[in-house]
C-alpha cells in the first residue's frame, strides 16, 4: 500500500513537471521569439517594389528617348553611349544636365526615382543591379551608403536577360 501511494505521488509530480516545461516553452515563444510578419504590410511591399521596378524599366530618359532598362542593358554590355545625363542635384535645385555615358545617365535616373518615391515616404530601401559590366555602379540606398537592412526586409527580385546568356539581376530591399 505505501509503495502504491509513493508511485501515485511520482506520478503527480511527474505531471506538474510536463506543465511546467510547456508553460515555460509557451513563455519563451511569446516573449522572445520574432513576431510572424504583417501579411498586409508584406503584400503592401510585393505591389510596391515590383510596380516600382517595372515603372523604372518602362521609363523613357532624355538620353536618345530610350528606356531606362535600354541605358542599363548598353552599360552592361559595354556600350557607353554617349548621351547627356542628368545630375540630380538637391531637393531646392531639381536637376541639372551633364555630358555623361549611358551608365552615369542609368545612375542618376535611379538615385532620381528613389529619393522621389521612397525616400520621400521615408522609408529605406537598398537597390542593386548585378550582372556583367559597370552595372554594379547603379545602385541606391536609404540611408546612402547601406548595402543591407538594419532588420527585417522584403526582397523584389527581377532577372532580364540581355543576350549572350547573360542576365541583369535588380535587387529591391524594403526595409521594414
Same mark, same amino acid.
Given at each position: 500500500m @505505501?509503495?502504491?501511494? =509513493?508511485?501515485? #505521488?511520482?506520478?503527480?509530480?511527474?505531471?506538474?513537471?510536463v506543465?511546467v516545461?510547456?508553460? %515555460?516553452?509557451?513563455? %519563451?515563444?511569446?516573449?522572445?521569439?520574432?513576431?510572424?510578419?504583417?501579411?498586409?504590410?508584406?503584400?503592401?511591399?510585393t505591389?510596391? !517594389?515590383?510596380?516600382?521596378l517595372? $515603372?523604372?524599366? *518602362?521609363? /523613357?530618359? +532624355?538620353? $536618345?528617348?530610350?528606356?531606362?532598362? #535600354? %541605358? =542599363? +542593358?548598353? &552599360?552592361?554590355?559595354?556600350? !557607353?553611349s554617349? &548621351?547627356?545625363a542628368?545630375? =540630380? !542635384?538637391?531637393?531646392?535645385?531639381?536637376?541639372?544636365?551633364? #555630358?555623361?555615358?549611358?551608365?552615369l545617365?542609368?545612375?542618376?535616373?535611379?538615385?532620381?526615382?528613389? *529619393? @522621389?518615391?521612397l /525616400? %520621400?515616404?521615408?522609408?529605406?530601401?537598398?537597390?542593386?543591379? *548585378?550582372?556583367?559590366? $559597370?552595372?554594379?555602379?547603379?545602385?541606391?540606398?536609404?540611408?546612402?551608403?547601406? +548595402?543591407?537592412?538594419? !532588420? $527585417?526586409?522584403h526582397?523584389?527580385?527581377?532577372?532580364?536577360?540581355?543576350?549572350n546568356?547573360?542576365?541583369?539581376?535588380?535587387?529591391?530591399?524594403l526595409? *521594414?
Amino acid at each position: 500500500m @505505501r509503495n502504491r501511494r =509513493v508511485q501515485m #505521488e511520482l506520478l503527480v509530480l511527474a505531471i506538474i513537471m510536463v506543465i511546467v516545461v510547456l508553460g %515555460l516553452m509557451l513563455a %519563451l515563444r511569446f516573449f522572445f521569439l520574432v513576431p510572424p510578419e504583417n501579411p498586409v504590410q508584406l503584400a503592401r511591399d510585393t505591389h510596391l !517594389g515590383a510596380n516600382l521596378l517595372d $515603372s523604372m524599366f *518602362e521609363t /523613357k530618359t +532624355t538620353c $536618345s528617348n530610350r528606356r531606362l532598362i #535600354e %541605358l =542599363v +542593358t548598353d &552599360c552592361a554590355t559595354g556600350g !557607353g553611349s554617349s &548621351c547627356a545625363a542628368v545630375d =540630380v !542635384g538637391d531637393a531646392q535645385t531639381g536637376l541639372h544636365i551633364i #555630358e555623361g555615358d549611358s551608365c552615369l545617365h542609368a545612375t542618376r535616373i535611379v538615385e532620381y526615382m528613389f *529619393e @522621389r518615391t521612397l /525616400k %520621400l515616404q521615408g522609408r529605406e530601401y537598398v537597390f542593386t543591379i *548585378e550582372g556583367p559590366g $559597370s552595372v554594379g555602379d547603379i545602385q541606391a540606398s536609404n540611408p546612402p551608403g547601406a +548595402t543591407a537592412c538594419a !532588420g $527585417s526586409a522584403h526582397l523584389t527580385p527581377r532577372v532580364k536577360p540581355i543576350g549572350n546568356q547573360q542576365t541583369l539581376t535588380f535587387k529591391l530591399l524594403l526595409c *521594414e
